[in-house]
C-alpha cells in the first residue's frame, strides 16, 4: 500500500533503512491522503528539481512499517499529521508535525543539507 | 513563460471549481491557481451532512470529485501555486507566479477563500501539531480515549465536536458567547451528547506543555477570571478570515477585508469577479460558495463574448 503521490515510496522497514544506509540527505513525509498532508507531498515534488542532492520520499502512515517513523523519539508528542522527518547520514536532524509551508521546509533543508 | 487562458481562477475551493466547470464546459480555456490545495475549507470538514445530493460526504472526497468533474471538461488545476504579483488593470489580466511563469487572460475570478482564524494566544504555534490541532478529520485518531477542548460555537465547532466523540473521551466546548452561531440541529446534536461539556462565555488565553500540550488557560470573559485545565488536546474552529490581502490595495474592499462585488459577482475592475468566502456576504456555506462559482462564471462568459 502507497500513497497517490509522485514521490518515492518506502513501504517496508527494510527498505527504509536501505535507503537511510544508502544515502547522506533524506526528506520522508509519512502521512495519508488529507488536507494537511497533501499540501507536503507537493512542496516535496516541487523541491526535487531545485534540492538534487536530497532524496524525498514518502510513506504511508498506517502501514505497520510506519513504526519506524511513529515511534521514532524525535516524533514523541505528535500529534498532527504528517510526521515529517529529515537524515543526515541516517541520523534524525529534524522532524516536524502537521503541515509545514514551503518557506518552513525550505528553512530546514538550507539548515541542515546546504 | 507566459501561459495564455481565457480566464484565469484563483483558489479551487467550491467557487473556483464550480466557475471551473462552467467555464470549461462551455469551452472557455480556463486554469485554477491554487494556492494551497483543492478544495480549500471545505476539504477540511469531516463530514458535510448539508451538501444536497450527497448525505454524509467528507469534504476531502467532495473536493476530489469536483476537481476531477472540472478536469473532465479541460480545465486546468495548478495546485501549490505562489504568486508573486498581480496586475488586473488593461484588457489583459497578467498574474506572475515563482515558479510558473506568467499567466495571462482576459478575464479572472478570485475565488481566494479564507483560512482558519487563529487564537493568537502564546503557545498556540508552538503546540501546533503537538495537541492543538484545526483539522479533527487528519488528527482526532491522536485523541483516542483522550480528553480535548473544542474551541468555537458555529457549525464546524459543533458538527467537529459531535464527529470527534468518536476518538474522545470527553469533549468540552469552550465558546465565547452564551449562545451559539450554529444551527439548532447541530446545537442540539451537542448538547445532547453524553460525551461533551460547555463552558461559555469564555475563551482560552494561553497554552502549556512540554513534549506535547498540557494544559490550557481557560478565561471567563464575563469576570476575567482565569483558571488552568489540563487537556490532552484542543480543536480550534472558530471562523475564517478572508484571503484577500493580496488585493487590498487593488480591489474594493469592506472593513472587515472581504470582496465587494455586485449581484453578478464583479468587483469594481472591469474583468475581475470574486466568488465564494473571499466576497463580502452574510452566508458562508459550501452550496452559497457554488452559487457564487455559477453566477461569477456565467456572467464571465458574456463579459468576454462582449469583449469580441
Same mark, same amino acid.
Request: aromatic residues 10%; glycine residues 8%; contains cysteine.
Given at each position: 500500500?502507497?500513497?497517490?503521490?509522485?514521490?518515492?515510496?518506502?513501504?517496508?522497514?527494510?527498505?527504509?533503512?536501505?535507503?537511510?544506509?544508502?544515502?547522506?540527505?533524506?526528506?520522508?513525509?509519512?502521512?495519508?491522503?488529507?488536507?494537511?498532508?497533501?499540501?507536503?507531498?507537493?512542496?516535496?515534488?516541487?523541491?526535487?528539481?531545485?534540492?538534487?542532492?536530497?532524496?524525498?520520499?514518502?510513506?504511508?502512515?498506517?502501514?505497520?512499517?510506519?513504526?519506524?517513523?511513529?515511534?521514532?523519539?524525535?516524533?514523541?508528542?505528535?500529534?498532527?499529521?504528517?510526521?515529517?522527518?529529515?537524515?543526515?547520514?541516517?541520523?534524525?536532524?529534524?522532524?516536524?508535525?502537521?503541515?509545514?509551508?514551503?518557506?518552513?521546509?525550505?528553512?530546514?533543508?538550507?539548515?541542515?543539507?546546504? | 513563460?507566459?501561459?495564455?487562458?481565457?480566464?484565469?481562477?484563483?483558489?479551487?475551493?467550491?467557487?473556483?471549481?464550480?466557475?471551473?466547470?462552467?467555464?470549461?464546459?462551455?469551452?472557455?480555456?480556463?486554469?485554477?491557481?491554487?494556492?494551497?490545495?483543492?478544495?480549500?475549507?471545505?476539504?477540511?470538514?469531516?463530514?458535510?451532512?448539508?451538501?444536497?445530493?450527497?448525505?454524509?460526504?467528507?469534504?476531502?472526497?467532495?473536493?476530489?470529485?469536483?476537481?476531477?468533474?472540472?478536469?473532465?471538461?479541460?480545465?486546468?488545476?495548478?495546485?501549490?501555486?505562489?504568486?508573486?504579483?498581480?496586475?488586473?488593470?488593461?484588457?489583459?489580466?497578467?498574474?506572475?507566479?515563482?515558479?510558473?511563469?506568467?499567466?495571462?487572460?482576459?478575464?479572472?475570478? =478570485?475565488? !481566494?477563500?479564507? $483560512?482558519?482564524? /487563529?487564537?493568537? @494566544?502564546?503557545?498556540?504555534?508552538?503546540?501546533?501539531?503537538? #495537541? +492543538?490541532?484545526?483539522?479533527?478529520?487528519?488528527?482526532?485518531?491522536?485523541?483516542?480515549?483522550?480528553?480535548?477542548?473544542?474551541?468555537?460555537?458555529?457549525?464546524?465547532?459543533?458538527?467537529?465536536?459531535?464527529?470527534?466523540?468518536?476518538?474522545?473521551?470527553?469533549?468540552?466546548?469552550?465558546?465565547?458567547?452564551?449562545?451559539?452561531?450554529?444551527?439548532?440541529?447541530?446545537?442540539?446534536?451537542?448538547?445532547?451528547?453524553?460525551?461533551?461539556?460547555?463552558?461559555?462565555?469564555?475563551?482560552?488565553?494561553?497554552?502549556?506543555?512540554?513534549?506535547?500540550?498540557?494544559?490550557?488557560?481557560?478565561?471567563?470573559?464575563?469576570?476575567?477570571?482565569?483558571?488552568?485545565?489540563?487537556?490532552?488536546?484542543?480543536?480550534?474552529?472558530?471562523?475564517?478570515?478572508?484571503?484577500?490581502?493580496?488585493?487590498?490595495? =487593488?480591489? !474594493?474592499?469592506? $472593513?472587515?477585508? /472581504?470582496?465587494? @462585488?455586485?449581484?453578478?459577482?464583479?468587483?469594481?475592475?472591469? #474583468? +475581475?469577479?470574486?466568488?465564494?468566502?473571499?466576497?463580502?456576504?452574510?452566508?458562508?456555506?459550501?452550496?452559497?460558495?457554488?452559487?457564487?462559482?455559477?453566477?461569477?462564471?456565467?456572467?464571465?462568459?458574456?463579459?468576454?463574448?462582449?469583449?469580441?
Amino acid at each position: 500500500m502507497t500513497l497517490d503521490t509522485n514521490l518515492d515510496h518506502i513501504s517496508s522497514e527494510a527498505q527504509y533503512y536501505e535507503i537511510l544506509e544508502k544515502n547522506e540527505n533524506v526528506m520522508i513525509c509519512c502521512g495519508r491522503m488529507g488536507p494537511m498532508c497533501v499540501p507536503v507531498f507537493a512542496e516535496m515534488e516541487d523541491l526535487r528539481e531545485e534540492y538534487p542532492h536530497i532524496k524525498f520520499y514518502d510513506m504511508l502512515f498506517d502501514l505497520p512499517d510506519a513504526k519506524v517513523i511513529r515511534n521514532l523519539p524525535e516524533c514523541a508528542g505528535f500529534m498532527g499529521l504528517p510526521f515529517t522527518v529529515y537524515y543526515k547520514n541516517g541520523k534524525v536532524v529534524k522532524a516536524t508535525s502537521s503541515i509545514q509551508s514551503r518557506d518552513q521546509i525550505t528553512e530546514i533543508l538550507n539548515e541542515q543539507f546546504s | 513563460m507566459e501561459n495564455k487562458y481565457d480566464v484565469i481562477i484563483l483558489g479551487g475551493g467550491p467557487a473556483g471549481l464550480t466557475a471551473g466547470i462552467y467555464l470549461s464546459r462551455s469551452d472557455i480555456n480556463t486554469v485554477i491557481l491554487n494556492e494551497g490545495i483543492t478544495g480549500g475549507q471545505m476539504s477540511l470538514t469531516h463530514k458535510i451532512a448539508n451538501y444536497p445530493g450527497s448525505p454524509d460526504v467528507s469534504g476531502y472526497m467532495l473536493s476530489r470529485t469536483m476537481q476531477k468533474q472540472a478536469e473532465s471538461f479541460g480545465c486546468k488545476v495548478l495546485s501549490n501555486v505562489k504568486i508573486s504579483d498581480y496586475d488586473f488593470m488593461g484588457d489583459e489580466k497578467k498574474i506572475k507566479t515563482e515558479r510558473r511563469g506568467t499567466f495571462i487572460s482576459k478575464a479572472v475570478i =478570485i475565488a !481566494s477563500g479564507g $483560512k482558519s482564524r /487563529e487564537l493568537k @494566544v502564546p503557545g498556540e504555534k508552538e503546540f501546533a501539531g503537538k #495537541g +492543538i490541532s484545526y483539522c479533527a478529520t487528519c488528527d482526532g485518531g491522536f485523541f483516542r480515549d483522550k480528553e480535548i477542548i473544542v474551541v468555537g460555537g458555529g457549525n464546524s465547532a459543533l458538527e467537529e465536536a459531535v464527529a470527534l466523540t468518536q476518538y474522545a473521551s470527553k469533549i468540552t466546548v469552550v465558546h465565547e458567547f452564551d449562545y451559539f452561531q450554529a444551527h439548532k440541529k447541530a446545537v442540539e446534536e451537542a448538547k445532547n451528547h453524553p460525551k461533551i461539556e460547555f463552558i461559555l462565555n469564555s475563551t482560552i488565553s494561553a497554552f502549556y506543555g512540554s513534549m506535547s500540550l498540557e494544559k490550557a488557560v481557560v478565561k471567563n470573559l464575563k469576570t476575567g477570571q482565569e483558571y488552568d485545565m489540563k487537556i490532552d488536546g484542543v480543536f480550534i474552529f472558530i471562523g475564517y478570515v478572508p484571503q484577500t490581502k493580496p488585493f487590498k490595495s =487593488i480591489l !474594493s474592499l469592506n $472593513k472587515r477585508d /472581504e470582496i465587494i @462585488v455586485n449581484e453578478n459577482m464583479m468587483t469594481n475592475i472591469p #474583468g +475581475i469577479f470574486a466568488a465564494g468566502d473571499c466576497t463580502a456576504k452574510r452566508y458562508r456555506q459550501i452550496t452559497t460558495a457554488v452559487s457564487d462559482g455559477t453566477i461569477a462564471a456565467l456572467n464571465v462568459i458574456e463579459y468576454i463574448q462582449n469583449q469580441l
